[in-house]
C-alpha cells in the first residue's frame, strides 16, 4: 500500500474503534508485519507525519501576564480605590500598607495558577521512557516517544504500556488499569475483538498508553500515539473544562461590587446636597466625602479572607490534607454532594478474600488488604484455621498457584505481581501457612501461565518424598468443567455437585465479589512437562474464593458524618455495577437498590440526567466523560459538588468540580495536579475533617464581616448626620483610617483562630446563593451601627458640653469607637451563643493579645506627642477613660439583650 494512502487511513481510523477490528486489519491498514514490523523508511516517514509520540504542549499565558491578571478582581479593585483615596490624603504609609496586601494576594493567586497546564504536564509524564518494538526484523529499545502507528510493540511485566496497541499474541498478559478505568483488578487481556459497545474497562483487545503491565507478556500494533491515544483524548478533555470559582469568591465578587456601587451613589449625593442646600466649600466638602469613603470601605477585610483561609489551610495540614488554593476551604463549607471514586479512594485499591466456599462450608475471611492480619469466620464466629483441614489444603493450593510476592511489615504491605495473586498470598499468611517454607517444600517444576483464552492457571509441584501434584486456579465456570470430584473435609474425594457449587458462585458474586475457583489433581513422580492435557480433566475442586477490594473502615464513619451533616455521597467508578453496589452498602450510602452504568449515561439527555444524579447515588462502568457529565449536572441542578479520585480518568471531573480532591499517596499526578486539595493519608475521613473545617472557616468570615460592617457603618453615619445637619465632624478622615487599618484590622483578625461552634455538623449545608448580606447580617449591621453611631456622636457632643476642644472631642469620639469595637469583638466570637459565659469572657490567645496590642497602640495614640501632630489627638483624663469603657460594657449588654430576645422569637 503506497505511503500516502497509508497516512491518510492512519488519521482517519479513530484508534476508539480498533477494539472490534481484526487485528489481521490492523496490520493491513497500517502496512506493518507482525513478525518484521515496520521498515526503516517508514518509520521515518510516520514520524514526520504523525510528529512524535507525546502530549502537545499547551499554550500558556507568560509570567508577566499572569501575575497582571490577578489584579482582575473586584476586590482588588475596591483596595486599589482605598489606596488612592488614603494617597489623596497623604498617608503614603497607609497607602503602602494596602498596596502590600493587593501584592500578597496577587503573588499567592499567581503561585497558584496554571492548574490545568500543571495536569496536562503531569498526564505527559505517564508516558513510557522506553519501548520494545520489532523493526526491520530486528527487536531492539527505543525511546517511547519514536514510536509510530504501525509499530509492533513488546511488553511485559513492569513496563508501562507505551502507546494505543492493538493485541496480536498475549501470554497470562494483564494490565492494571485502575489509573484510566477506576477498576480495582488487573484486565486479563487477548488478541480476540470485543463488541463495538465494549465500555473502556472490558477492551480487552486493546492495551492502553499510561497504564502497567503487572503480569505477564504481549505483543501489540501500535493504533494510536501521542495526543491521539485514550491518554490524549483525557489530556484533551482537561484542557476544554472550565474550572468554577468557589461559592464565597462569588459572592464577594457581588459584594464587593454593590457596597462599591453604594458608597458611590452615597458619596454623590452627599457632594451634590453640600454644594446645593448647604453653606459648604467645594474643598471641606470635598475631603468629607473622602472620609465618607475612607469610612465605608472595610479595607481590612480581604486581608482578613486571606489570612482566614489560611489560618484554615495551615489546620488542614494537620489534618493530612494539603490545600493547593486558599478558597477552596471554605468552599468545602457549602459542599452538598461528594462524588467519589471507588477504587483506591472509598477503598484501599487492594484486592482481599472476604469468603471461601468449601463444599459444606463458606467461611467468612477478616482483614483487609495485603496485610496477612486477619482471620476466619464460621457462621460469625470466629474459628481456627487449623481445625478445618480442607481450608488449608485449600489457601495451600492458592498459594502455590501464584507467582506473585507479598513485602512490607506492619500495615504497610505491598504486593510484587497480580493483585489478586497477592490477596491469595494473604490468604495463606491467615491460614498460617509460610508462603516461603511452603515453596521451598513443594518447588515448581511447570507452569502454564494464565491465558484469557483459556481462563485458567495451572502449576505442577513436586515435593521431596517424589510426590507430585498440580494445581489449578481460574474462573468457576471455566474449572467446574475440568472438574470430576470435590474434596471432602476428611481428605477424601466424592463426585462433584455441580449445582451446590453454581450456587456457592452465584451467592459470592451477588456479594459484589469476583469469583476464583481452586482445584488440584496427583500425578506421577516423573512428571516433569505440564501441558493442557494434563489438566482438561478429572480435577478435584478445592473450594471458591471470592475477592473484593474492601472499602476504608474509617470511611465508613466519615460517609456516615457527611450524611448527617446534610451532604450526600455518590459513588462514580469504573468497575463492575455488582461490585460498586456491594461496596455501597457496606459503606451506608443511600440509594444503593439502583445502579446507573454508562451505557444509561449514554442513553440521558441533560435533563433526565438530572433527575436521575439527584436521585441515585452509585454509578458503575463510567467513563472521564461521564464523571464530567455527573458532575456538570449535579451542578445545574443547584449543587455544590466535591469530587474525589485518584485517577487520570478522574482529572477532567475533578478540574470541574466546585472542588476537587485528589488522593495523595496512591493518586496519580494528573489527579493531583487537577485538584484543589490534596489527602496526604488517602483518607475519605479527612474530608468530612475538612467539611468541618471549612464551615468553620466560613462562620469566621460571616463573624470578619459582621464585625467590621457594623463599624464602617458607625463611622459612615456619623460622617452623614454631621454633613446633612452642618455639624462639626465627629471624627476626621485620617482619624477613621487609623481606627480602620489598625485596631478594626487586629480585632478582626482574632476572629480567624475562633474554633467550630456546637453543631457546625449537624446543620444542612448553607445554599450557594445565600448572600453574604443575609437577614441576620442585615439586621446586626443595621442595629450594631445605629449603636456605635450613638455612641460616637453621644460621647463627641457630651464632651464638647463639658467644654472640651473640638481635638479633645474627636479624641474622645475615637477612643470610643476602639473601645465600642473591643466589647463588640466579645459579642460578635458568638454569633448562636451567649456570650456572657466564663468562657466567652475569658477570650482566647488571639484575642487577649490583639487587645492588649490595640490598647497600647490607642495610648499611644491619645497621649504620643508625635501622634499629635500626625492626628490632631489630645490626652485625655482618668475619668474620661472609665466614661468611655462604660460605654462598651453597656454596648455589650445591649448586645446580649437582643440576641436573647431573637433566640426567643426563633424559638417560637
Given at each position: 500500500?503506497?505511503?500516502?494512502?497509508?497516512?491518510?487511513?492512519?488519521?482517519?481510523?479513530?484508534?476508539?474503534?480498533?477494539?472490534?477490528?481484526?487485528?489481521?486489519?490492523?496490520?493491513?491498514?497500517?502496512?506493518?508485519?507482525?513478525?518484521?514490523?515496520?521498515?526503516?523508511?517508514?518509520?521515518?516517514?510516520r514520524r514526520s507525519s504523525c510528529g512524535p509520540n507525546r502530549l502537545p504542549e499547551p499554550r500558556r499565558q507568560g509570567p508577566l501576564l499572569r501575575f497582571l491578571l490577578q489584579f482582575h478582581n473586584v476586590l482588588i479593585y475596591v483596595l486599589l480605590a482605598a489606596a488612592g483615596t488614603t494617597a489623596v490624603l497623604g498617608h503614603w504609609v497607609d497607602t503602602g500598607v494596602i498596596l502590600a496586601v493587593v501584592v500578597v494576594n496577587a503573588v499567592i493567586g499567581f503561585v497558584q495558577e496554571g492548574k490545568?497546564?500543571?495536569?496536562?504536564?503531569?498526564?505527559?509524564?505517564?508516558?513510557?521512557?522506553?519501548?520494545?518494538?520489532?523493526?526491520?526484523?530486528?527487536?531492539?529499545?527505543?525511546?517511547?516517544?519514536?514510536?509510530?502507528?504501525?509499530?509492533?510493540?513488546?511488553?511485559?511485566?513492569?513496563?508501562?504500556?507505551?502507546?494505543?496497541?492493538?493485541?496480536?499474541?498475549?501470554?497470562?498478559?494483564?494490565?492494571?488499569?485502575?489509573?484510566?478505568?477506576?477498576?480495582?483488578?488487573?484486565?486479563?487481556?487477548?488478541?480476540?475483538?470485543?463488541?463495538?459497545?465494549?465500555?473502556?474497562?472490558?477492551?480487552?483487545?486493546?492495551?492502553?498508553?499510561?497504564?502497567?503491565?503487572?503480569?505477564?507478556?504481549?505483543?501489540?500494533?501500535?493504533?494510536?500515539?501521542?495526543?491521539?491515544?485514550?491518554?490524549?483524548?483525557?489530556?484533551?478533555?482537561?484542557?476544554?473544562?472550565?474550572?468554577?470559582?468557589?461559592?464565597?469568591?462569588?459572592?464577594?465578587?457581588?459584594?464587593?461590587?454593590?457596597?462599591?456601587?453604594?458608597?458611590?451613589?452615597?458619596?454623590?449625593?452627599?457632594?451634590?446636597?453640600?454644594?446645593?442646600?448647604?453653606?459648604?466649600?467645594?474643598?471641606?466638602?470635598?475631603?468629607?466625602?473622602?472620609?465618607?469613603?475612607?469610612?465605608?470601605?472595610?479595607?481590612?477585610?480581604?486581608?482578613?479572607?486571606?489570612?482566614?483561609?489560611?489560618?484554615?489551610?495551615?489546620?488542614?495540614?494537620?489534618?493530612?490534607?494539603?490545600?493547593?488554593?486558599?478558597?477552596?476551604?471554605?468552599?468545602?463549607?457549602?459542599?452538598?454532594?461528594?462524588?467519589?471514586?471507588?477504587?483506591?479512594?472509598?477503598?484501599?485499591?487492594?484486592?482481599?478474600?472476604?469468603?471461601?466456599?468449601?463444599?459444606?462450608?463458606?467461611?467468612?475471611?477478616?482483614?483487609?488488604?495485603?496485610?496477612?492480619?486477619?482471620?476466619?469466620?464460621?457462621?460469625?464466629?470466629?474459628?481456627?484455621?487449623?481445625?478445618?483441614?480442607?481450608?488449608?489444603?485449600?489457601?495451600?493450593?492458592?498459594?502455590?498457584?501464584?507467582?506473585?510476592?507479598?513485602?512490607?511489615?506492619?500495615?504497610?504491605?505491598?504486593?510484587?505481581?497480580?493483585?489478586?495473586?497477592?490477596?491469595?498470598?494473604?490468604?495463606?499468611?491467615?491460614a498460617g501457612l509460610d508462603p516461603t517454607f511452603e515453596r521451598r517444600a513443594n518447588p515448581q517444576t511447570d507452569a502454564i501461565p494464565f491465558d484469557a483464552q483459556h481462563r485458567f492457571m495451572a502449576s505442577l509441584h513436586h515435593d521431596h518424598t517424589g510426590e507430585a501434584a498440580i494445581y489449578v486456579k481460574g474462573a468457576p465456570e471455566r474449572l467446574l468443567q475440568m472438574c470430576a470430584h470435590q474434596r471432602r473435609e476428611d481428605h477424601s474425594d466424592e463426585p462433584i455437585d455441580l449445582d451446590h457449587?453454581?450456587?456457592?458462585?452465584?451467592?459470592?458474586?451477588?456479594?459484589?465479589?469476583?469469583?476464583?475457583?481452586?482445584?488440584?489433581?496427583?500425578?506421577?513422580?516423573?512428571?516433569?512437562?505440564?501441558?493442557?492435557?494434563?489438566?482438561?480433566?478429572?480435577?478435584?475442586?478445592?473450594?471458591?474464593?471470592?475477592?473484593?477490594?474492601?472499602?476504608?473502615?474509617?470511611?465508613?464513619?466519615?460517609?456516615?458524618?457527611?450524611?448527617?451533616?446534610?451532604?450526600?455521597?455518590?459513588?462514580?467508578?469504573?468497575?463492575?455495577?455488582?461490585?460498586?453496589?456491594?461496596?455501597?452498602?457496606?459503606?451506608?450510602?443511600?440509594?444503593?437498590?439502583t445502579v446507573l452504568q454508562g451505557t444509561d449515561i449514554d442513553a440521558l439527555d441533560g435533563d433526565a440526567l438530572c433527575r436521575q444524579a439527584t436521585q441515585v447515588d452509585v454509578f458503575a462502568r463510567t467513563s472521564p466523560e461521564h464523571k464530567l457529565r455527573l458532575v456538570e449536572a449535579l451542578q445545574h441542578s443547584g449543587a455544590v459538588v466535591a469530587m474525589t479520585g485518584d485517577g487520570v480518568n478522574d482529572a477532567p471531573a475533578l478540574k470541574r468540580a466546585d472542588i476537587g480532591i485528589a488522593m495523595?499517596?496512591?493518586?496519580?499526578?494528573?489527579?493531583?495536579?487537577?485538584?484543589?486539595?490534596?489527602?496526604?493519608?488517602?483518607?475519605?475521613?479527612?474530608?468530612?475533617?475538612?467539611?468541618?473545617?471549612?464551615?468553620?472557616?466560613?462562620?469566621?468570615?460571616?463573624?470578619?464581616?459582621?464585625?467590621?460592617?457594623?463599624?464602617?457603618?458607625?463611622?459612615?453615619?456619623?460622617?452623614?448626620?454631621?454633613?446633612?445637619?452642618?455639624?462639626?465632624?465627629?471624627?476626621?478622615?485620617?482619624?477613621?483610617?487609623?481606627?480602620?487599618?489598625?485596631?478594626?484590622?487586629?480585632?478582626?483578625?482574632?476572629?480567624?483562630?475562633?474554633?467550630?461552634?456546637?453543631?457546625?455538623?449537624?446543620?444542612?449545608?448553607?445554599?450557594?446563593?445565600?448572600?453574604?448580606?443575609?437577614?441576620?447580617?442585615?439586621?446586626?449591621?443595621?442595629?450594631?451601627?445605629?449603636?456605635?453611631?450613638?455612641?460616637?456622636?453621644?460621647?463627641?457632643?457630651?464632651?464638647?458640653?463639658?467644654?472640651?476642644?473640638?481635638?479633645?472631642?474627636?479624641?474622645?469620639?475615637?477612643?470610643?469607637?476602639?473601645?465600642?469595637?473591643?466589647?463588640?469583638?466579645?459579642?460578635?466570637?458568638?454569633?448562636?451563643?451567649?456570650?456572657?459565659?466564663?468562657?466567652?469572657?475569658?477570650?482566647?490567645?488571639?484575642?487577649?493579645?490583639?487587645?492588649?496590642?490595640?490598647?497600647?497602640?490607642?495610648?499611644?495614640?491619645?497621649?504620643?506627642?508625635?501622634?499629635?501632630?500626625?492626628?490632631?489627638?489630645?490626652?485625655?483624663?482618668?475619668?474620661?477613660?472609665?466614661?468611655?469603657?462604660?460605654?462598651?460594657?453597656?454596648?455589650?449588654?445591649?448586645?446580649?439583650?437582643?440576641?436573647?430576645?431573637?433566640?426567643?422569637?426563633?424559638?417560637?
Amino acid at each position: 500500500m503506497p505511503q500516502a494512502k497509508i497516512d491518510a487511513e492512519i488519521k482517519t481510523s479513530p484508534p476508539s474503534e480498533w477494539h472490534h477490528r481484526s487485528f489481521a486489519e490492523a496490520l493491513a491498514v497500517f502496512g506493518s508485519n507482525a513478525e518484521t514490523g515496520l521498515a526503516n523508511d517508514d518509520v521515518h516517514q510516520r514520524r514526520s507525519s504523525c510528529g512524535p509520540n507525546r502530549l502537545p504542549e499547551p499554550r500558556r499565558q507568560g509570567p508577566l501576564l499572569r501575575f497582571l491578571l490577578q489584579f482582575h478582581n473586584v476586590l482588588i479593585y475596591v483596595l486599589l480605590a482605598a489606596a488612592g483615596t488614603t494617597a489623596v490624603l497623604g498617608h503614603w504609609v497607609d497607602t503602602g500598607v494596602i498596596l502590600a496586601v493587593v501584592v500578597v494576594n496577587a503573588v499567592i493567586g499567581f503561585v497558584q495558577e496554571g492548574k490545568a497546564e500543571q495536569a496536562l504536564a503531569a498526564i505527559r509524564d505517564m508516558l513510557a521512557p522506553k519501548a520494545t518494538v520489532v523493526r526491520a526484523g530486528r527487536r531492539q529499545t527505543i525511546a517511547g516517544e519514536d514510536i509510530v502507528p504501525g509499530d509492533i510493540v513488546i511488553v511485559e511485566a513492569g513496563d508501562r504500556v507505551p502507546a494505543d496497541l492493538r493485541l496480536l499474541e498475549v501470554r497470562g498478559l494483564k494490565i492494571q488499569e485502575a489509573a484510566l478505568t477506576g477498576e480495582s483488578v488487573a484486565v486479563d487481556k487477548a488478541p480476540d475483538a470485543v463488541s463495538p459497545s465494549a465500555p473502556l474497562g472490558d477492551r480487552q483487545s486493546l492495551a492502553f498508553s499510561g497504564t502497567m503491565v503487572a503480569a505477564g507478556q504481549g505483543k501489540g500494533i501500535a493504533v494510536a500515539t501521542g495526543a491521539a491515544t485514550e491518554l490524549g483524548r483525557v489530556s484533551g478533555l482537561i484542557a476544554e473544562v472550565q474550572p468554577t470559582t468557589t461559592p464565597l469568591i462569588r459572592q464577594m465578587a457581588v459584594f464587593a461590587k454593590w457596597l462599591t456601587l453604594t458608597i458611590l451613589a452615597i458619596s454623590a449625593a452627599i457632594l451634590l446636597f453640600g454644594l446645593t442646600l448647604a453653606d459648604y466649600s467645594f474643598s471641606d466638602l470635598f475631603m468629607a466625602v473622602v472620609g465618607l469613603s475612607v469610612a465605608a470601605i472595610p479595607e481590612g477585610l480581604p486581608a482578613i479572607l486571606t489570612v482566614t483561609l489560611a489560618i484554615g489551610v495551615q489546620g488542614m495540614a494537620q489534618r493530612h490534607a494539603i490545600v493547593r488554593r486558599l478558597p477552596a476551604i471554605e468552599a468545602l463549607g457549602s459542599v452538598s454532594v461528594i462524588c467519589s471514586d471507588k477504587t483506591g479512594t472509598l477503598t484501599k485499591n487492594e484486592m482481599t478474600v472476604a469468603s471461601v466456599a468449601t463444599a459444606k462450608r463458606l467461611f467468612a475471611v477478616s482483614g483487609s488488604g495485603y496485610a496477612p492480619h486477619g482471620g476466619f469466620l464460621l457462621d460469625g464466629a470466629d474459628i481456627a484455621a487449623a481445625d478445618y483441614p480442607l481450608l488449608i489444603d485449600l489457601s495451600r493450593g492458592a498459594l502455590l498457584c501464584s507467582e506473585a510476592e507479598l513485602s512490607g511489615h506492619d500495615e504497610e504491605w505491598t504486593v510484587i505481581g497480580d493483585p489478586m495473586e497477592g490477596a491469595l498470598l494473604t490468604l495463606a499468611h491467615k491460614a498460617g501457612l509460610d508462603p516461603t517454607f511452603e515453596r521451598r517444600a513443594n518447588p515448581q517444576t511447570d507452569a502454564i501461565p494464565f491465558d484469557a483464552q483459556h481462563r485458567f492457571m495451572a502449576s505442577l509441584h513436586h515435593d521431596h518424598t517424589g510426590e507430585a501434584a498440580i494445581y489449578v486456579k481460574g474462573a468457576p465456570e471455566r474449572l467446574l468443567q475440568m472438574c470430576a470430584h470435590q474434596r471432602r473435609e476428611d481428605h477424601s474425594d466424592e463426585p462433584i455437585d455441580l449445582d451446590h457449587w453454581h450456587a456457592q458462585a452465584h451467592a459470592v458474586a451477588d456479594r459484589g465479589q469476583r469469583v476464583l475457583a481452586i482445584a488440584t489433581k496427583k500425578t506421577r513422580g516423573d512428571h516433569q512437562a505440564l501441558v493442557f492435557d494434563d489438566v482438561e480433566d478429572n480435577l478435584t475442586l478445592l473450594g471458591l474464593v471470592g475477592l473484593i477490594d474492601p472499602p476504608r473502615e474509617e470511611a465508613v464513619a466519615a460517609v456516615a458524618q457527611c450524611r448527617a451533616a446534610g451532604i450526600q455521597v455518590k459513588m462514580i467508578t469504573g468497575d463492575h455495577a455488582g461490585t460498586a453496589r456491594a461496596i455501597a452498602r457496606q459503606l451506608g450510602l443511600g440509594n444503593t437498590d439502583t445502579v446507573l452504568q454508562g451505557t444509561d449515561i449514554d442513553a440521558l439527555d441533560g435533563d433526565a440526567l438530572c433527575r436521575q444524579a439527584t436521585q441515585v447515588d452509585v454509578f458503575a462502568r463510567t467513563s472521564p466523560e461521564h464523571k464530567l457529565r455527573l458532575v456538570e449536572a449535579l451542578q445545574h441542578s443547584g449543587a455544590v459538588v466535591a469530587m474525589t479520585g485518584d485517577g487520570v480518568n478522574d482529572a477532567p471531573a475533578l478540574k470541574r468540580a466546585d472542588i476537587g480532591i485528589a488522593m495523595g499517596r496512591k493518586g496519580t499526578e494528573a489527579a493531583k495536579e487537577a485538584a484543589e486539595i490534596v489527602l496526604a493519608d488517602d483518607n475519605f475521613a479527612t474530608i468530612a475533617a475538612a467539611v468541618n473545617a471549612g464551615r468553620t472557616v466560613y462562620d469566621n468570615l460571616k463573624k470578619a464581616i459582621v464585625f467590621l460592617l457594623p463599624v464602617n457603618g458607625g463611622e459612615s453615619l456619623s460622617l452623614i448626620i454631621a454633613i446633612l445637619l452642618g455639624l462639626t465632624l465627629p471624627i476626621t478622615p485620617v482619624q477613621i483610617l487609623w481606627v480602620n487599618m489598625v485596631s478594626s484590622v487586629v480585632l478582626a483578625m482574632t476572629l480567624a483562630f475562633e474554633q467550630s461552634e456546637r453543631g457546625v455538623m449537624q446543620r444542612p449545608p448553607r445554599r450557594p446563593d445565600e448572600p453574604i448580606l443575609s437577614h441576620f447580617v442585615v439586621w446586626r449591621v443595621a442595629l450594631v451601627s445605629a449603636l456605635f453611631c450613638g455612641g460616637i456622636f453621644g460621647k463627641f457632643a457630651f464632651a464638647q458640653t463639658q467644654g472640651a476642644s473640638v481635638e479633645e472631642a474627636r479624641t474622645i469620639a475615637v477612643n470610643t469607637l476602639v473601645v465600642m469595637e473591643i466589647f463588640y469583638l466579645f459579642s460578635v466570637r458568638y454569633l448562636n451563643n451567649p456570650s456572657l459565659t466564663l468562657r466567652g469572657i475569658a477570650g482566647t490567645r488571639p484575642v487577649l493579645i490583639a487587645i492588649s496590642a490595640v490598647t497600647a497602640l490607642q495610648f499611644l495614640f491619645t497621649y504620643a506627642p508625635f501622634m499629635e501632630a500626625f492626628f490632631d489627638t489630645r490626652p485625655l483624663s482618668l475619668q474620661e477613660g472609665l466614661q468611655i469603657v462604660a460605654v462598651g460594657v453597656a454596648l455589650l449588654l445591649v448586645l446580649e439583650f437582643e440576641k436573647q430576645m431573637r433566640h426567643r422569637l426563633v424559638s417560637h
